[in-house]
């Protein structure tokens, strides 16, 4: 990726190192009250039934994501962004309901995308001459089961090898509607990735040819890397002392 | 005993008991006949457990007599869950399990994961100089190990052995920099989040020159043994083919999208480390087939050697650690009696001297730092294709979610494209040309 502008390389939202931003909060990881939230993390050591007595058991910390971001968004984004706007009108979609928003966080370009227009947007990317997003990385998923109504997000990276660009699309489900159409038909490479996203995470991509497990075995209950699934495990015993299984030990929220 | 009057084994009486002349006169009819009834036409099961099928890879090819008409793969015999356990660890104990992903390139998953974090955290820019060069040194040393496996074990599964023992034998010379750089052959666990776990010891830079020396002799046994030889070559030519339509639409990356003439190399095309620093070529063919795969490893082994030494030339005295001691971890490392540990100089000073670097120290070992919330992903370019992290933090002390692209995974999707409608033998020859270690596979 040829990055816009050098100088705001390993910035956050605001232009700011995010560890030296003195309007941020002062506290760790924490930015101000921009942002989106995504979910409130409470105390500090992971206990929550009272057994907290350190004096922390009443911190309460709100997770922001990086929120949307207002133009210009610098560099090549702008012109990425005004192609892709560009083309949706040209087919006669509005890119307002198309885009819900766009981010522009730590020198990567995100777009959240609608998740039925999905095809349509991947299609456009890969084929205007402008954009020519030819090859897909695939599909990653990320559970937040604190973002009510958009639980479920898949992220796919988009790279344009004509102009050396590499863009983010974004798109969320419900955890009652784990429904997102499949790009498949535009990006063949990603037969193999939803599917393990189907197996990790049980989002249903609407239109893929065999959507079945693909790591773990056919039979599995359950879908392993959602948040609520626990990681298990068994207590150890080391130079005599027990030590707890990984999902059992301290945990600093 | 009948003598119908459709048999063509007509028997005859001799003194011996009954001799039956086979005439085959009917040959053609035969075949016709059994082609009709696809009676040739089976279900091969190779695997999991196959010398050839690089490790517990599953292939189910549906053949007709010789001719694979559908092949497909059965993965996950290697799913050890390492991205679900990263959750359950700090930002710096992920190096430990990210190395263990794709086994051969150890040195590229740590080196992506980290590069992540770094994003993550906004520090890039902060990283010392001598670490990130360390680091390139190793990735390519690492390249060559990982394309001699390539080529050795593709040898094999030709039937040629000695090319087999050449190659791990130039690997093993790979292994002994490792061990001395790092103390480990594999899952080093050596590149963190902000640098590296530690200096190079007394003697890497003489060893590796000495090696990429020994290295450059080397090469040249390969070309002499494999690469005009009209076996390997008949073996190899057209076999495994997958044109640069087929790349970009399977996703392939790496040596494959390469043999198909497209010179796409992150390393270029989208620079990390300082790599548009570095003087080096990306070679490609444009055979599209196996053949091509092994010259252009063969190549980039070449090219790896010119960037290791020019790693060699800029190497300068100076940190490996990323000055912040709130992320820096571990900094003060020593090797005593029983093993690696902290050194005892730190020990006595955050023991005996100064109670707020022994609460310091006790933070960081036990909570780890925290990442501002966001995502980053990150790609470099493995010897197998683009290796993508995308890296999730929710501000806490520990990954939200942890993704990798592997390039095996990926690639191996075109293993159907590339063998069907080929014979069941060169199967084996575009599975190797793949290169897919199940480890990065599966994950």
Known sequence: MSDPDKSTHGTGANGVNPDKDLNAQNLPGQRGDQGEVIGVRRGMFGANNGGDTSGYGGLVRTVRLPGATSRPYGGWFDEVADELEGALEEQGLVPENVIEKTVVDRGELTFHIEREYLPVVAKTLRDDPALRFELCTGVSAVHFPGDKGRELHAVYHLRSITHTRL???????????????????????NDWHEREVYDFFGLIFDGHPALTRI????????????????????????????????DQRRSYS | MSTSSTSHATPRETTE???????????????????????????????????????????????????????RCGIGYLHTGIEKNLEYRTWTQGTTF?????????????????LAVEKLLGIQDDIPDRATIIRVLLMELNRLSSHLVCIATGGMELGATTIMIY?????????????????????????????????????????????????????????????????????????????LAGCLATGATGPVLRSAGLPHDLRKSDPYCGYETYDFEVPTTDTCDAYG??????????????????CLDRLEPGPVMVGDKKIAWPAQLALGPDGLGNSLDHIKKI?????????????????????????????????????????VSDGGTRPYRVHFRDPSFTNLQAMAAMCEGGQVADVIVAVASIDPVMGGVDR
């Open chain 1, 167 to 189: 863009i983010r699309l974004e798109v969320s489900a419900p955890d009652g509607d784990p429904h997102i159409p499949s790009v498949v038909s535009v990006y063949p490479t």
């Open chain 1, 215 to 246: 790591m773990m075995p056919d039979d599995w209950q359950g879908f392993p890397q959602r948040k609520d699934y626990p990681l298990g495990g068994i207590p150890v015993e080391y130079k005599g002392a027990q030590i707890p299984a990984p």
């Open chain 2, 17 to 71: 008991g009954t001799v039956y002349t086979v005439t085959g006169g009917d040959w053609d009819e035969v075949v016709e006949a059994a082609a009709k009834t696809d009676d040739e036409r089976i279900v091969v099961n190779m695997g999991p457990q196959h010398p050839s099928t690089h490790g517990v890879l599953r292939l189910i090819l549906e053949i007709d007599g010789e001719t694979v008409t559908e092949a």
């Open chain 2, 98 to 114: 990210v190395t263990r992903m794709d086994y051969l390139t150890p040195f590229f998953n740590e080196t992506a994961y980290c």
């Open chain 2, 167 to 243: 190659g791990f034998r130039d690997r093993e010379l790979v292994l002994d920099i490792y061990e001395l750089i790092t103390g480990l052959r594999m899952n080093h666990a050596f590149v963190r989040p902000g640098g590296l776990a530690q200096d190079l010891p007394p003697g890497a830079v003489d060893q590796v020159r000495a090696f990429v020396k020994k290295m450059r002799k080397n090469l040249t046994e390969y070309d002499k043994l494999a690469t005009g030889n009209p076996v390997f070559k008949g073996r190899m030519q057209g076999i495994g083919y997958l044109d």
């Open chain 2, 293 to 310: 795969r092994f010259l252009l490893r063969l190549e980039e082994m070449r090219q790896s050697l010119r960037i290791v030494e020019q």
């Open chain 2, 351 to 391: 023991m005996g001297t100064s109670m707020e670097a022994l609460i310091h120290h006790f933070k960081l070992v036990t909570e780890g730092f925290r990442v501002p919330p966001g995502q980053a992903y990150v790609a470099v370019e493995s010897p197998k294709g683009e290796l993508g992290v995308h890296a």
